[in-house]
């Protein structure tokens, strides 16, 4: 199969996920400034949520480009990471509504170690279908960065709950994907 129609369905099911999660802000009632400060919350939840996506987007894109062909388990493998990337605006309109409680917050790490796994899963059945001399394993190596990101965000789930420090944990998890970008 040719990877066109893979990464058309992708981009655009990424395309809604990043216009869903903007649909979730609501016009102030009012005209003040103090009007918008209270979305503040709101707005920074989309932000770090839209970065996310945004490189999970950038390297699907790269991964994508790798490819020679496709096959049923890469199909299957993509379709599992869209499924947790699809969770993304219920877990950012969650945190922002609830000012970073620690349950949502919890939640939100778990649908973003879940698309780390995701993530990973699909690099890995594309690095077999294509094999160890492929461009692609060659790029990624050892993959140190990728590994470390799934364990850290297990640490970054955990300590959530644990700590009870919801806006560090927020930014916690947000230090994480900033430095998987691939």
């Known amino acids: 199969m040719n990877k066109n129609r893979l990464e058309a369905f992708s981009d655009g099911v990424l395309a809604i996920i990043i216009t869903i999660m903007v649909l979730e802000f609501k016009v102030p ?18 932000i770090l949520s839209f970065i996310y ?19 049923g388990k890469i199909l299957w493998a993509n379709l599992h990471l869209l499924f947790w990337l699809s969770l993304i605006p219920f877990a950012t309109a969650w945190i922002g509504e609830h000012h970073f409680a620690s349950f949502p917050m919890m939640l939100y790490g778990i649908v973003l170690l879940m698309n780390a796994l995701a993530y990973f899963i699909l690099q890995k059945l594309i690095l077999i279908d294509h094999g ?51």
């Open 29 to 46: 009632n009012d005209t003040t400034f103090e009007a918008v400060i209270k979305l503040s919350h709101k707005f920074l939840s989309y």
């Open 132 to 182: 160890k001399d492929s461009a692609l394993a060659i790029a990624i190596g050892k993959d140190y960065k990728g590994k470390a990101s799934v364990i850290l965000y297990i640490i970054a789930v955990l300590t959530t709950k644990i700590l009870c420090c919801n806006f560090w944990s927020y930014l916690y998890f947000g230090s994480f994907n900033l430095a998987d970008s691939r």
């Open 53 to 71: 996506v945004g490189i999970y987007w950038n390297n699907h894109h790269h991964l994508i480009h790798s490819l020679k062909k496709v096959n």
